[in-house]
């Protein structure tokens, strides 16, 4: 309490989430007590601290977009010598056939990896069909077979009524593979489109609420039917707050599976695949994406989920290569060969932060997850776009916490590079496996996600400047007090080049007249003085009346002198306070970029 020296502790190191709790700084023994997620071991109902026993290992998948079968089976054969032992395919559905389901998967031992499937859900059952019967063809004992069929009408907001059927078709079709899954939540895209993590985990249980139960009035048993269901999460990198949302996950699942009497415990187990979120990838300094994608995929690790995607650094603005693969490949190798996390099960079991992270999160999906029981269920909440508009409302909030530096993008809203240009780079436009989307009277039945990467205005500003041909230069005039002029040119400098201005930093000049005469010496287009708020009342006007129009003039910071400088003429004012990205919009405008 001393090192606050009187300053309000729940204001100071008392940290709100999205998900509206609190955080304290730090946890210590006692914040254990009256817990019960400490209680169990791992593979031990309510799988909080896992579904394995005897280690960490999950699943390193990799998907394969299957334009043709035998180029997809010579990718993939490949793959399989790099490290991977779970493959996706994202089939179209056109040429299926039993022929093509023996060229995809020629010479791949289906019973030594994890095998998983996605294509346009009404070809669902025909694969499945397919699949079998290949299976059996080549002999494979049903038990060591593992893998999904990502069929998610939900998902796909597709019409109430044509779920059912096809789902308990495709569950009987499967039933002899007890590790074959069929019925996809995939939450993921909740999370690519900026949703909180409280939301994606509370809907996630809803939607594979509203399977089970579908499931099991349709006559599926509760113990088939929930065996069959697969949860694809999204993971942001909210590093701590992500190991807890899947160590929740299980629970929480594990809980709604048992009150339908399932005949084992077994039957309550979360079957888990993470993959790396692309609502935070950017265009610019895109390396930076290999930072988040990693510390992403460890804390899905260390929560023990059993697959991992990473998501390629470059996804943002191209279709990834073979370069960005095998990055991407090896970002989980390197968690598992040499950070050896898949040695230790549950590893932040017992973590007093983690452990209060883990119920906290739980308590607010279980909230979300009950209000939307109540409101009818998944579908009806769909439908009444009630789940849409919570979703796009933290999307937009999350664009507007970035556009103001409360959600930090480093190389995009933060610390860009001065320097770097897209050149062809422009953001990219995924579609469906399909090869297109849903049909129009579906998109016009009800609101879709918004799906906007977080980074998207700020590119969209930042290619503006670069495609208008014209990169404005941007001169620090420093005056003045040495380290407030520092500080303040710096903030000023990663602050424009977000916008791709080019910036010039300077020493420091002994009077106004010296440095205004070096911008204009400089040809620049924007003159930014740089000094301490005391020392404004005598530099800034006289600087902003020796540029004299001749290029923008702005004040770093908020002085309290700021009413006189704007009644002697200065508009322009930046500090911690803007809205960056608005800001920009403007002096864009003011310049003449559009």
């Known amino acids: 309490m001393v090192d606050l020296k009187g300053a309000d502790y729940e204001k100071k190191l008392v940290w709100k989430t999205n998900e509206g709790f609190k955080v304290k700084p730090f946890y210590r023994q006692e914040d254990l007590e009256g817990l019960k997620t400490t209680e169990g071991l791992p593979g031990e109902y309510p799988y909080i601290r896992g579904n394995k026993k005897d280690d960490n290992t999950w699943y390193i998948r990799q998907d394969v977009r299957v334009e043709e079968p035998a180029e997809a089976n010579q990718k993939a054969l490949d793959l399989l010598n790099k490290g991977i032992d779970s493959l996706g395919f994202h089939i179209k559905p056109k040429d299926l056939s039993a022929e093509y389901i023996a060229t995809l998967l020629k010479d791949i031992c289906c019973d030594c990896i994890e095998i998983n499937f996605t294509t346009c859900q009404r070809h669902s059952t025909q694969l499945a069909e397919l699949l079998v019967a290949y299976f059996k063809e080549k002999g494979y004992d049903p038990n060591k077979l593992y893998g999904s069929i990502n069929f998610d009408p939900i998902g796909k907001m597709l019409q109430k009524g044509k779920d059912v059927s096809k789902a308990k078709e495709l569950v009987e079709i499967l039933a002899e593979y007890p590790h074959f899954r069929c019925i996809g939540v995939n939450s993921l895209q909740l999370n690519n489109a900026g949703a909180y993590i409280y939301q994606e985990l509370g809907y996630a249980l809803a939607w594979g609420n509203e399977y089970l139960n579908r499931l099991t009035e349709a006559g599926v048993p509760v113990n088939l039917a929930a065996k069959k269901i697969k949860f694809n999460f999204g993971i942001s990198s909210n590093y701590f707050m992500e190991i807890a949302k899947f160590r929740a996950a299980r629970m929480l699942w594990a809980n709604i599976v048992k009150a339908y009497n399932p005949q084992c415990e077994c039957a309550c187990k979360m079957i888990a695949h993470a993959e790396t979120s692309s609502f935070n990838l950017t265009l610019f300094d895109a390396h930076v994406n290999l930072l988040r994608t990693q510390t992403e995929a460890m804390s899905a690790a260390i929560a023990g989920v059993n697959s991992i995607t990473v998501t390629p650094f470059d996804k943002a603005y191209e279709t990834p290569n073979d370069f960005s693969e095998r990055i991407a490949r090896n970002q989980q190798l390197l968690l598992k060969e040499e950070s050896h996390l898949n040695r230790i099960v549950d590893p932040a079991g017992g973590s007093y932060y983690i452990e209060n992270l883990t119920v906290s999160i739980a308590k607010q999906a279980w909230d979300l997850f009950l209000q939307v029981e109540e409101a009818g269920g998944m579908v009806k909440s769909i439908f009444d776009e009630s789940v849409q508009n919570a979703v796009n409302t933290s999307n937009k909030a999350r664009h507007e916490a970035v556009s103001k530096r409360k959600e930090i993008l480093l190389g995009t809203n933060q610390y860009p590079n001065f320097n770097e240009l897209a050149g062809e780079k422009t953001p990219s436009e995924h579609k469906c496996c399909c090869g297109g989307g849903h049909n129009h009277e579906e998109e ?101 009346k020796a540029v004299n129009g001749r290029a923008m003039f702005i004040v770093a910071g908020a002085p309290a002198c700021m009413e006189e400088l704007k009644a002697a003429g200065i508009e322009n004012f930046i500090h911690v306070r803007c809205n960056v990205l608005e800001t920009l919009k403007e002096y864009n405008e003011k310049l003449g970029i559009k």
């Open 444 to 544: 016009a039945s009800f609101a879709k996600l918004e799906t906007s990467r977080a980074a998207s205005e700020f590119e969209a500003l930042r290619l503006q400047t670069e495609h208008s041909g014209k990169r404005p230069k941007a001169f620090m005039l420093t005056i003045g007090n040495l380290a407030m002029r520092q500080a303040r040119a710096q903030f000023s400098c990663n602050f424009l080049a977000c916008a791709g201005y080019e910036v010039i930093d300077n020493l420091g000049f002994p009077t106004v007249e010296e440095g205004v005469e070096a911008a204009m010496k400089a040809n620049a287009d924007i003159v930014v003085i740089c000094s301490s708020d005391d020392e404004y009342a005598e530099y800034a006007i006289p600087a902003f």
